[in-house]
Nanobody, 116 residues
Framework: QVQLVESGGGLVQPGGSRRLSCAAS??????????MGWYRQAPGQQRELVAR???????NYVDSVKGRFTISRDNAKNTVYLQMNSLKPEDTAVYYC????????WGQGTQVTVSS
């Protein structure tokens, strides 16, 4: 069983920045073997993949955040980050961390609200 705990959400003004963190614990497998992802879900919409980083460090992003968001991982801290810059109101959503191993695990989510 893997526990994922997100943090860093909150209210931010348009054009601002925020860094989300996701700390993993409880895994029998090494954190380095998991592909990690950030998803988001806005009210009334389906959950979508925002960014993903593989166990080898390869990354991919949804088109709407390319050039603004950066996913990274610190394997020594069992943590994955999402640096969000130039935030827009349409980035408002609950952001979820995801770990892909033999089983897929989800965090509880953290709310990000972009508003003036």
């Amino acid at each position: 069983q893997v526990q994922l705990v997100e943090s860093g959400g909150g209210l931010v003004q348009p054009g601002g920045s925020r860094r989300l963190s996701c700390a993993a614990s409880g895994s029998r497998s090494r954190f380095t073997t998991y592909h990690m992802g950030w998803y988001r879900q806005a009210p009334g919409q389906q959950r979508e993949l925002v960014a993903r980083i593989t166990s080898s460090g390869s990354t991919n992003y949804v088109d709407s955040v390319k050039g603004r968001f950066t996913i990274s991982r610190d394997n020594a801290k069992n943590t994955v980050y999402l640096q969000m810059n130039s935030l827009k109101p349409e980035d408002t959503a609950v952001y979820y961390c995801n770990a892909e191993g033999r089983v897929i695990y989800w965090g509880q989510g953290t709310q990000v609200t972009v508003s003036s």
